[in-house]
């Protein structure tokens, strides 16, 4: 079982930024793959941003150039540097742990942490 808790969402105005937090806790396998979806109302979950244990990064094209994502491997945490935050990234923001173990697949969802830009 891996646990999944985030951190940092919040209400910020137009162009500003924010920084989410994922800490995995539990049976951690590596190599893994850490990302970030969202979630507006009435809109299905979505990728924002993943990466993988060789610190490969993909973003939706959506966020490309506002966005960074990033790992601390020894703190088992994933970040999520929102910056020019917009409106339309209003959002339910889950962290996410999938890994590939001996065969089996492991994938585990945090409870969500909510973002709101507006002024």
């Known amino acids: 079982q891996v646990q999944l808790v985030e951190s940092g969402g919040g209400l910020v105005q137009p162009g500003g930024s924010l920084r989410l937090s994922c800490l995995a806790t539990g049976t951690i396998f590596s190599p893994n793959v850490m990302g970030w979806y969202r979630q507006a109302p009435g809109q299905q979950r979505e990728l924002v941003a993943s990466?993988?244990?060789?610190?490969?990064?993909n973003y939706a094209d959506s966020v490309k150039g506002r966005f960074t994502i990033s790992r601390d491997k020894a703190k088992n945490t994933v970040y999520l540097q929102m910056s020019s935050l917009k409106p339309a990234d209003t959002a339910v923001y889950y962290c996410?742990?999938?890994?590939?173990?001996?065969?089996?697949?492991?994938?585990?969802w945090g409870q969500g942490t909510q973002v709101t830009v507006s002024s």
């Open positions: 990466i993988t244990g060789g610190d490969t990064t």
């Open positions: 996410n742990y999938y890994a590939l173990h001996l065969g089996a697949r492991f994938g585990y």
